[in-house]
């Protein structure tokens, strides 16, 4: 069954369609729902993923960066969102290709590269690179994690 039979996603998407600005048009609150379970089903068909990719909320932007299913080109496209919390969501994500976890770690926010540094899945080049970042807490975290991956790896 296509995503787009449903009346009210239908009618969610063709809002973003007809949005001029960010403001201009009113959202009721079910939009904003639909979009929010859109942007997090893993269902949800990549046409839908990228017109939600340039929705004016910064809730269901997040909630799409954090979707197991997105496809690589929105990983590249969503990691450079002006807002650090999609940016945080992209790479909090289990699929995050290496490239776009290489731009997380060059990020201008201190709080995005923080987030990163907390992740074991991160490559070790990055983690190493990150446990020498000029912000003493990403620099801690870091060091934090690969001291926790060398703990599990010795423990083995």
Same mark, same amino acid.
């Given at each position: 069954?296509?995503?787009?039979?449903?009346?009210?996603?239908?009618?969610?998407?063709?809002?973003?369609?007809?949005?001029?600005?960010?403001?201009?048009?009113?959202?009721?609150?079910?939009?904003?729902?639909?979009?929010?379970?859109?942007?997090?089903?893993?269902?949800?068909?990549?046409?839908?993923?990228?017109? =939600? +990719?340039?929705?004016? $909320?910064?809730? &269901? *932007?997040?909630?799409?960066? @954090? #979707?197991?299913? /997105? %496809?690589?080109? !929105?990983?590249?496209?969503?990691?450079?969102?002006?807002?650090?919390?999609?940016?945080?969501?992209?790479?909090?994500?289990?699929?995050?290709?290496?490239?776009?976890?290489?731009? =997380? +770690?060059?990020?201008? $926010?201190?709080? &995005? *590269?923080?987030?990163?540094? @907390? #992740?074991?899945? /991160? %490559?070790?080049? !990055?983690?190493?690179?990150?446990?020498?970042?000029?912000?003493?807490?990403?620099?801690?975290?870091?060091?934090?994690?690969?001291?926790?991956?060398?703990?599990?790896?010795?423990?083995?």
């Amino acid at each position: 069954m296509d995503i787009f039979c449903n009346p009210l996603i239908q009618e969610a998407l063709t809002a973003l369609e007809d949005k001029q600005s960010g403001d201009d048009v009113v959202r009721t609150s079910d939009e904003v729902h639909v979009r929010l379970v859109l942007a997090g089903n893993p269902h949800t068909t990549p046409a839908a993923m990228h017109k =939600l +990719a340039e929705d004016p $909320s910064e809730k &269901v *932007r997040s909630r799409l960066a @954090a #979707n197991a299913r /997105l %496809p690589e080109d !929105l990983f590249k496209i969503l990691a450079k969102d002006s807002s650090e919390e999609v940016r945080i969501s992209v790479g909090e994500n289990q699929n995050v290709p290496d490239q776009v976890l290489e731009l =997380l +770690a060059r990020d201008t $926010s201190d709080d &995005v *590269r923080l987030a990163i540094s @907390a #992740n074991s899945l /991160l %490559p070790l080049h !990055l983690l190493k690179q990150l446990a020498e970042d000029d912000n003493m807490f990403v620099a801690e975290s870091a060091k934090k994690t690969l001291a926790a991956i060398d703990a599990k790896a010795d423990a083995r």
